[in-house]
């Protein structure tokens, strides 16, 4: 089975940057997207950004210009790059797999395969 572990997550003050990491191991037969989502307390998982295999990205409006997403196929890993960070980043951040070799999504139940998550919080 696929297995997602994240890692990067911390504290960190407004204006800060932190980068995060997410390994797939395991039976890595999909070559879908992948993606990162976010969830704080009292609300839904929404969309961050998302790559391609062949590296096509996508972000939500509240996150680009500040965020940038990138692949590493030789290693199975994502990153994701965020600068600039605001409060309102503070959530829990999670890694995502979808199992088809389909386009990238921002629809969290489109994918299939999810990490552990890893709490990014920043303060003022």
């Known amino acids: 089975q696929v297995r997602l572990v994240e890692s990067g997550g911390g504290l960190v003050q407004a204006g800060g940057s932190l980068r995060l990491s997410c390994t797939a191991s395991g039976r890595t037969s999909s070559r879908g997207p992948m993606g990162w989502f976010r969830q704080a307390p009292g609300k839904e998982r929404e969309f961050v950004a998302a790559i391609s295999w062949s590296g096509s990205t996508d972000y939500a409006d509240s996150v680009k210009g500040r965020f940038t997403i990138s692949r590493d196929s030789a290693k199975n890993t994502v990153y994701l790059q965020m600068n600039s960070l605001k409060p309102e980043d503070t959530a829990v951040y999670y890694c995502?797999?979808?199992?088809?070799?389909?386009?990238?999504?921002?629809?969290?139940?489109?994918?299939?395969?999810w990490g552990q998550g890893t709490q990014v919080t920043v303060s003022s």
């Open positions: 995502a797999l979808r199992g088809l070799s389909l386009g990238i999504s921002t629809i969290a139940s489109h994918y299939d395969y």
